[in-house]
């Protein structure tokens, strides 16, 4: 007989927080059971009805707060309760770096199985507000007006948002512009459920120096009164360099096609991290944090060791950004990305700064790199960020085989840091500490740098 659950739909319990989950709500147990309470804070007592019940866990919301924790803190945003683009809103900000430390400490503990790994205070942002360069949100119609905003917390109903609290100012200007243009020419908005419509996302981009991008996203091909629209939002927005169309035709989430019109102005926007400047597309990627990237890159470099007499390898390298700041203490650094329009602008990039040391590969690196070893070339130093599924196994074994002395591996996903730790550890790399940085304010996302170096290598 299968055993009852310690918790049932519709019922009230009082619950303990004990600590944050990976999307930012608080995580409290019921006879061992796992209960997730949104808005909840670690160390609050809440009496919480169960809205949710899974074989392993449940969903709660917040009935009555019966403590508040010290760090508890009124939201900025005043569509925060509402809107699914930030999670810690409610969370002081130096208690937000303690949690995110926390978050990656218990990830090597509990999937990698590496306690003794250092886990140092999380890097934070000098200023955690208005910092996100990039901007993608939907549009859409309610009650005849025109929306455009993020998503609800767990829907696709969009919250009407003019003034993000963490995107660029540019940004919020590119947005509130766009959704006036687009009642001016009464351009015909997507519907996702019918598959109908012109419009479907907004997405801008906003330069350190104030230049601006939009990308007008459509489900057709034709954007009619165009040259309007484009004269409209140049008016508006005297720092816009570039306005370009994507078409998107497909009936799926993807926010990006494949196709791009330029309508006005120039193709890419340019940007600085550190002493390199980056041309960046439409598709490009690019951190969204500019001042924290740098953060993160400079760590990078620390952890490499470099001298100016090593070969380097950057496993998905994307547009180069980390590849170029290698490259300024390296021997030679070599890049590899299976995104052929990523490589193209890694290269690019790499003329106009100047680097004459980089060179970019298009391919994957579990077959790149052998084709590397195999003609003679010996990696010093690996480094590699890889996407929020980490590395393959086969991959990990492709490194260990290059034997380089170290290895800095950069995430955004600590969980599958973990595991993949733990393998290179099995491949003989030791963990020797980890460095969190802050890339993304106010919400439950950290971005993580960590040091390896081979096992029969001396430490340093």
Request: charge should be positive; charged fraction near 25%.
């Amino acid at each position: 007989m299968e055993k009852e659950l310690p918790v049932r739909e519709g019922e009230i319990y009082e619950l303990t927080v004990e600590r944050l989950g990976l999307g930012g709500e608080g995580v409290a147990r019921r006879e061992g059971f796992t209960v997730f309470v949104p808005g909840a804070l670690p160390g609050e007592r809440v009496r919480a009805r169960i809205v949710k019940r899974k074989k392993s866990y449940a969903t709660a919301v917040v009935e009555e707060q019966l403590t508040r924790s010290p760090d508890r803190v009124s939201p900025r945003c005043p569509l925060y309760e509402a809107c699914g683009g930030c999670q810690l809103q409610h969370l002081a900000y130096p208690a937000q770096l303690d949690a995110k430390r926390q978050q990656v400490a218990d990830d090597l503990i509990h999937i990698g199985r590496l306690p003794e790994v250092p886990v140092l205070p999380t890097l934070g942002a000098d200023d955690p507000w208005n910092y996100r360069n990039k901007v993608q949100f939907p549009v859409g119609r309610e009650g005849g007006e025109i929306i455009i905003g993020c998503f609800a917390r767990g829907t696709h109903t969009i919250i009407d948002t003019e003034n993000c609290h963490i995107q660029a100012v540019g940004n919020n200007d590119i947005v509130n512009a766009v959704r006036d243009a687009v009642k001016e020419f009464r351009v015909p908005v997507y519907d996702e459920d019918r598959h109908t419509g012109v419009l479907r996302h907004v997405v801008g981009r906003a330069g350190q120096d104030g230049s601006l991008m939009i990308v007008l996203v459509t489900a057709v091909r034709e954007l009619r009164q165009a040259k309007g629209i484009v004269a409209f939002l140049r008016r508006r927005l005297p720092k816009l360099v570039s306005v370009q169309q994507n078409i998107q035709t497909y009936r799926n989430n993807v926010i990006l096609g494949r196709e791009t019109v330029l309508l006005w102005g120039k193709d890419t926007i340019r940007d600085r991290i550190g002493p390199l400047s980056f041309r960046i597309s439409p598709r490009s990627f690019f951190q969204v944090n500019t001042r924290q990237a740098e953060v993160l890159y400079r760590k990078a470099l620390e952890y490499a060791g470099l001298t100016g007499k090593e070969t380097v390898i950057d496993a998905y390298c994307g547009t180069g950004t980390i590849s170029l700041f290698l490259a300024q203490r390296a021997r030679k650094v070599y890049g590899i990305e299976i995104v052929k329009p990523a490589i193209l602008d890694a290269r690019r990039n790499a003329r106009e700064n100047h680097v004459k040391n980089a060179e970019f590969i298009v391919g994957d690196a579990t077959a790149v790199m052998p084709q590397l070893y195999r003609s003679g070339i010996r990696a010093d130093v690996i480094v590699t960020d890889p996407p929020r599924a980490g590395c393959t196994s086969l991959v990990l074994q492709t490194f260990a085989a290059m034997r380089p002395r170290r290895i800095v591996y950069v995430s955004c996903n600590p969980a599958t840091l973990a595991r993949d730790l733990a393998i290179l550890d099995e491949l003989g790399y030791r963990t020797i500490e980890v460095q969190p940085v802050d890339m993304f304010p106010m919400t439950s996302a950290v971005e993580v740098c960590t040091k390896l170096i081979r096992a029969d290598a001396a430490d340093g």
